[in-house]
């Protein structure tokens, strides 16, 4: 019973040595196109303390390396990166720390990367030292696998929308510095999308992508095609805002106009009415005003007639006045005749 107790505790040491003991995790294997940057990610843990005299002391790295072509990476074995080197190769860098991130970036990548990358820590106790052995696979391939796909998927694309080209490449690439072409014109865009808004018939092309660093990784051409069908009324777009811009304005100002006309029209119409009220207010004003119109223009024909007819007396009454002396001169006459007959006979 003793025994089988002694076992389980050795079997339980073993496992908690195990989960503390040094570990790395590398990425799966990566595809790098020449010319590119390609970043290895990567993480471990070290050896967090050892037996020294039947008590744990606690260690630390104080040493990290990179190398290829070997499966150990110590003693003078070639690294691509040493922290204790001062002569390091400018395109291995190194973006970890001594505690746990073991991220290793390479640029301008070329055909002698094409290797397996290891890394090893190493402690300040030769018993934390570890390589892990089964390493990143890293292959390199040219440019002349590098082709553009987009999000319109046949080219044809309709003035106004907008479409994203990828450059692209056979194997998986990271931080991939891309130079754009279009028609062998190259464009101000850079990186492995290009996005373009706003499509009009200048943007209809043969587009190509290559590496900044190297002229020889261009992709085959994409033609993109921006149908111009609706590229008069499309292209004309910012003259026909102008143009209803300026309708709208004259339609305001017509309006205004307008408006102010229909209340000036209104407010006559309302003065008119207010007059219209107030003599059906007051008849009596209205109806005597007449009256004494039609009074004063009677009594001036009546005066006028009175004055004729007086005329007309006046002249009468001075005829027969002057016909009764006249008669009476003719009686007069007439008997003085007789009266001078009788007398002549007697």
Not at 6 to 18: A, D, E, H, P, R
Not at 131 to 137: C, D, K, L
Request: with cysteine; aromatic share 6%.
């Amino acid at each position: 019973m003793a025994v089988w107790d002694k076992n389980i505790v050795w079997s339980f040491m073993l496992l908690l040595t195990g989960a503390v003991g040094p570990s790395v995790n590398y990425p799966p294997p990566v595809c790098a196109v020449k010319g590119s940057t390609v970043t290895l990610p990567c993480t471990f843990t070290p050896l967090q303390s050892v037996d020294v005299d039947g008590r744990k002391v606690l260690i630390k790295i104080v040493r990290v390396r990179w190398c290829q072509k070997h499966l150990v990476c110590q003693g003078s074995t070639p690294s691509v990166y040493d922290s204790d080197s001062t002569s390091n190769d400018p395109r291995y860098k190194y973006l970890g720390d001594k505690k746990g991130n073991c991220t290793l970036q390479i640029t301008d990548v070329r055909g002698e990367d094409d290797e397996t990358f290891r890394f090893r820590m190493e402690a300040d106790d030769n018993r934390g030292h570890w390589t892990e052995q089964s390493g990143v696979e890293v292959s390199v391939t040219d440019g002349t696998t590098m082709k553009i796909t987009s999000s319109s998927g046949d080219g044809q694309v309709r003035t106004g929308e907008s479409v994203t080209l990828f450059c692209s490449a056979r194997c998986t690439f990271h931080q991939l510095k891309v130079t754009w072409f279009r028609d062998d014109h190259a464009l101000s865009e850079s990186g492995p999308a290009l996005q373009l808004s706003s499509l009009t018939a200048k943007d209809s092309g043969n587009y190509t992508c290559g590496l900044q660093t190297s002229t020889e990784t261009r992709s085959g051409p994409y033609s993109l095609r921006v149908d111009a069908g609706e590229e008069g009324a499309d292209g004309d777009l910012p003259l026909a805002a102008g143009v209803g811009a300026v309708v709208g304005v004259l339609l305001v100002l017509v309006a205004v106009i307008l408006v102010c006309f229909i209340k000036r029209r209104r407010s006559a119409a309302d003065q008119r009415a207010d007059g219209g009220e107030e003599d059906q207010k007051h008849p009596d004003r209205v109806y005597s005003s007449v009256l004494q119109r039609a009074d004063r223009e009677a009594g001036g024909q009546r005066q006028e007639s009175s004055r004729a007819v007086e005329e007309v007396s006046y002249a009468s009454v001075q005829f027969k006045h002057k016909t009764k002396n006249q008669a009476r001169a003719v009686q007069e006459a007439d008997d003085a005749t007789i009266y001078s007959s009788v007398a002549g006979r007697g």
